[in-house]
C-alpha cells in the first residue's frame, strides 16, 4: 500500500540537478602568470565529485518512481563545460542547459542568482546540488538557491526519502546526525555516503550525444569579492624523521613537549 | 551603525569553542574598524550565553527556547537576518561548522550580500576586509577583497586562537519569531558512546589501511585515550572498507580539520586526505614505508612497523601524563 502511494507522488516530480565543471583532484595547481588565477593549461577537468553524488541521487528518484519524472542537469560555466553536461546525460540524465559565461564567479550569491532564475523558469519540484564545489570550496550555492526561491533546503544530506508533498533527510554534524523533515519544493544538497554513483555505460554515453542540450548565454552581475592573490600554500617548514621504530618514541615525545609545545 | 556580529553555537546550553574564536575574529575586526562587537547566542532555555562578554561582545543577544536546542534553519536565519537589518553591521562572523556552512548562505542569500566561507585568516586593508581561504582541496589560498557591505564570513575551526578581552555584555533576550518551517529539524541522533568529533577535537589520531584490521584501531583508541582530549579518524580507504563510520572521515570526501596535533599512522598520504588536514599545527606520521607522501607534510616522523611504535607512544604519554 505505502510503496503504491510513494510511487504515485514521486510520479509528479520534476528534479533539477546543478553540475559544475572543476579541475579533477588529482591536478597539480599552477598559478597563472597574473597570480590570481590558474593556470588551465594541462589541467584535466571533471563533474564535481559531489555533483555525481546529485546526479545518481535523481536518477534513483526517477527510476523509482517510473516514466514520468523527467531530470535536468544545469550548468553555469564556459562552452568546455557541455563535457561535464555529457557526462551528466551519460550517467542517465534526459536534458541538459548550459548557461554560458566566461568566467566562474567569486561571490557564490552571483552563481545562486543565475542559476535559480533558470530554476524558477523550470519549474521544479526538486533540486540537487552538490554540497560543495571541490575548486571554491564555498558549499554555498545550493542553500542560497533555496533561499533566492523561497523553497525548503537541507545541505550535506547523507540519507534521503522523498513522500509525499515532502521529504525526509539526514546529515552529519559534529557529534551527531540530524534528522531534517521538509516541504516540496526543496534544494538537498548531498554528501558522500548517500549513494555510490554510477559509472557511465557505453550505451549511455552513446545516447546521451542525442539527448538536447540547450546553451542559453548569461550576463553576470557585477563582482563583490575582487580577488588580490591566488597563491601556494605556504610549504610547511621542513619536517623530521626522527629515526626507525619503537627506539624513537622518546625523541618523538621529547619534541612534542619541548620543541612544538603540544602535550 | 557598523560593527560586527558574532553568531555563536552551542551544544547541550554551553558555548562552543568556536564561538569564542568567532568572537575573537569579530572583535579584532571591529576594533579595526572602530565598531562595537555584538553576539547572538541561540538555543535551549538553559543557554548561558554571558561568557561571551568575556570576550568583548558589549551587547549579547539571546533567544532561548527548548525549541532551539538543535539547529532550526528557519528561526535562526530570521533572527539572525532581523538583528542584521536592524543594527547594520558591517560583518557577520560565524564558526565553518555544520551549523555555520548552512546557516552563512542563507543569510547572505536574505540579505543580498556576499559570503566568504571558511576563512582562514582575516584582517583589515584600507579600510577594506581582506580574506584568506584555502581552495583547490588547500592545494591553493586565494586571497579576496570584500568590495560590499555587509559580508558574512564564516571562520575555520581552530584557526583564531580565542582571547579574553572583557567587554560589559549586556544580555537582551530576543523573542522566538513565528515564521514558516519550511526545513525542521525533528530528531538529533547522537553515536551510542559520546566522543569527540574529528572536526572539533584539539588533538586527531588517525589510521588508515595500515592497521590492517577494524579490531586494530583499538591501538588509536587508546592512543587518544591516553593523549585526552583527542578523536580518532580514518583516511577514506577503511571507512569504505567499513572499518570506521564516514563521520571520522578525514579528507576531501571527509571532514576538514584542524587540530593542534594530527597523527597519521599507516596512511599513506594521498592528496585527497592531505586537503582534509595539512592545516594541521603539527603533523605527526608513523609509516613503515620511509617514501610515503605523508613524510613530506609531516613536521616529524617515525618510520617503522605501527603495531610496534603506537603501543609505545601510548605507554610513553601514559608515564607523562602520569608525572604531571
Ligand atoms: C574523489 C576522491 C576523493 C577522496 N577523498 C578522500 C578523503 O576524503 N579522505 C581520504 O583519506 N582519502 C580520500 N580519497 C582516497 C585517497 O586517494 C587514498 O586512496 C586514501 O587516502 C588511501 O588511504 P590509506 O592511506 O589508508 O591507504 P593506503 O594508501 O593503502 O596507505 C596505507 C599506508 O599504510 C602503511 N603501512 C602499512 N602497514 C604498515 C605498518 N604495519 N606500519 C606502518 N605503516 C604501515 C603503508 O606504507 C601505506 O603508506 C579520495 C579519492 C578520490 C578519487
Ligand atoms: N557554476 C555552477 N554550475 C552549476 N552548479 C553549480 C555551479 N557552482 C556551484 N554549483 C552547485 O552548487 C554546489 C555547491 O557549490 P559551491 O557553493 O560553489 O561550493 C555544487 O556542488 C553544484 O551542485
Known amino acids: 500500500m505505502r510503496r503504491e502511494r510513494l510511487r504515485a507522488e514521486v510520479r509528479r516530480v520534476k528534479i533539477a540537478v546543478c553540475v559544475k565543471r572543476v579541475p579533477d583532484t588529482e591536478t597539480r595547481i599552477k598559478i597563472a602568470p597574473d597570480g590570481k588565477s590558474i593556470d588551465e593549461a594541462g589541467v584535466k577537468f571533471v563533474l564535481n565529485p559531489y555533483d555525481e553524488f546529485a546526479v545518481e541521487e535523481a536518477l534513483r528518484l526517477k527510476e523509482r518512481a517510473g516514466e514520468g519524472t523527467e531530470v535536468t542537469a544545469i550548468a553555469l560555466g564556459p562552452e568546455a563545460a557541455q563535457e561535464t553536461l555529457r557526462t551528466a546525460l551519460a550517467m542517465g540524465v534526459d536534458r541538459a542547459v548550459l548557461l554560458t559565461t566566461s568566467r566562474q564567479p567569486m561571490d557564490p550569491l552571483i552563481t545562486a542568482r543565475v542559476l535559480s532564475a533558470e530554476l524558477r523558469s523550470g519549474g521544479y519540484d526538486l533540486v540537487l546540488c552538490g554540497k560543495l564545489a571541490i575548486d571554491d570550496y564555498n558549499h554555498a550555492v545550493g542553500t542560497m538557491m533555496g533561499e533566492l526561491l523561497g523553497a525548503a533546503s537541507v545541505s550535506g544530506v547523507s540519507r534521503l526519502e522523498i513522500e509525499g508533498n515532502g521529504g525526509r533527510a539526514e546529515r552529519e554534524v559534529e557529534g551527531g546526525i540530524e534528522v531534517v523533515e521538509f516541504s516540496l519544493p526543496a534544494v538537498v544538497t548531498t554528501d558522500k555516503g548517500l549513494n555510490e554513483p554510477r559509472y557511465p555505460s557505453l550505451k549511455g554515453i552513446m545516447q546521451a550525444k542525442k539527448k538536447p542540450l540547450e546553451t542559453k548565454p548569461v550576463e553576470l552581475e557585477e563582482e563583490t569579492l575582487e580577488v588580490l592573490e591566488l597563491a601556494l600554500p605556504p610549504e610547511r617548514k621542513p619536517g623530521r624523521i626522527l629515526g626507525e621504530g619503537p627506539d624513537a618514541v622518546p625523541a618523538l615525545i621529547e619534541a612534542l613537549r619541548n620543541e612544538a609545545k603540544v602535550l | ?324
Open chain 2, 1 to 324: 551603525m557598523g560593527g560586527v556580529l558574532a553568531i555563536l553555537e552551542q551544544r547541550e546550553g554551553m558555548l562552543k569553542r568556536v564561538s569564542y574564536e568567532a568572537l575573537t575574529a569579530g572583535r579584532r575586526l571591529a576594533e579595526a574598524k572602530g565598531g562595537r562587537l555584538h553576539a547572538l547566542a541561540i538555543g535551549p532555555a538553559t543557554l548561558d550565553p554571558s561568557q561571551a562578554s568575556r570576550f568583548g561582545a558589549t551587547t549579547i543577544f539571546a533567544a532561548r527556547d527548548d525549541r532551539l536546542r538543535h539547529y532550526q534553519p528557519d528561526v535562526y536565519a530570521a533572527l539572525a537576518e532581523d538583528l542584521v537589518r536592524r543594527n547594520g553591521y558591517d560583518a557577520i562572523v560565524l564558526g565553518a561548522t555544520a551549523l555555520g556552512k548552512d546557516l552563512g548562505p542563507r543569510l547572505a542569500a536574505r540579505l543580498s550580500c556576499p559570503l566568504t566561507a571558511d576563512v582562514t585568516a582575516l584582517a583589515m586593508e584600507d579600510g577594506a576586509i581582506v580574506v584568506s581561504r584555502p581552495v583547490y582541496s588547500g592545494k591553493a589560498i586565494l586571497k579576496l577583497r570584500v568590495r560590499a557591505v555587509p559580508c558574512v564570513i564564516s571562520l575555520r575551526p581552530n584557526n583564531f586562537y580565542p582571547e579574553e578581552s572583557p567587554g560589559d555584555g549586556k544580555l537582551q533576550e530576543l523573542a522566538v519569531p513565528d515564521v514558516q518551517l519550511r526545513t525542521r529539524t525533528v530528531q538529533f541522533k547522537e553515536p551510542e558512546t559520546a566522543k569527540l568529533d574529528v572536526a572539533e577535537a584539539p588533538i586527531v589520531v588517525s589510521g588508515g589501511r595500515g592497521l590492517k584490521d577494524p579490531a586494530n584501531f583499538k591501538l588509536l583508541e587508546d592512543l587518544a585515550a591516553a593523549l585526552g582530549n583527542a578523536a580518532v579518524g580514518a583516511s577514506r580507504a577503511v571507512v569504505d572498507a567499513g572499518w570506521r563510520p564516514h563521520s571520522d572521515q578525514v579528507g576531501q570526501t571527509g571532514k576538514t580539520v584542524s587540530p593542534a596535533l594530527y597523527f597519521a599512522i599507516g596512511i599513506s598520504g594521498a592528496i585527497q586526505h592531505l586537503a582534509g588536514m595539512r592545516t594541521a599545527g603539527v603533523i605527526v606520521a608513523i609509516n613503515k614505508d620511509k617514501d610515503a607522501p605523508i613524510f613530506k607534510v609531516a613536521d616529524y616522523g617515525i618510520v617503522g612497523d605501527l603495531f610496534e611504535i603506537v603501543p609505545r607512544l601510548t605507554e610513553e604519554i601514559k608515564k607523562l601524563k602520569a608525572s604531571e
